[in-house]
């Protein structure tokens, strides 16, 4: 049974910095490309960033790009969404994600807010 449990989420001010975790099982994580998407209120759910299965490949969306780094450490089947220089803009419920044999796999998300 594949699980992903997001788990980093908070209020943080302005400016500040968050650094998302998704623990999976369930799967073969090594070999996954894994990907963090997010829903803000009353806004459809949009692909924030993926890493590909050995870090070697990542990309961001437009409105993220050079202030989240997405990353990995396959010994912990663990990926990492560091999210910095945050905007109020960037309020949302966080998913991770993956891709398996079954479909689309999604956690429960964790909640960011972004608010002085």
């Known amino acids: 049974q594949v699980q992903l449990v997001e788990s980093g989420g908070g209020l943080v001010q302005p400016g500040g910095s968050l650094r998302l975790s998704c623990a999976a099982s369930g799967f073969t994580f090594s070999t996954n490309t894994m990907s963090w998407y997010r829903q803000a209120p009353g806004k459809e759910r949009e692909w924030v960033a993926l890493?590909?299965?050995?870090?070697?490949?990542?990309n961001y969306a437009d409105s993220v790009k050079g202030r989240f780094t997405i990353s990995r450490d396959n010994a912990k089947n663990t990926a990492y969404l560091q999210m910095n220089s945050l905007k109020p803009d960037d309020t949302a419920i966080y998913y991770c994600?993956?891709?398996?044999?079954?479909?689309?796999?999604w956690g429960e998300g964790t909640q960011v807010n972004v608010s002085s």
């Open positions: 890493i590909t299965y050995n870090g070697g490949i990542t």
């Open positions: 994600s993956t891709i398996t044999s079954r479909g689309r796999q």
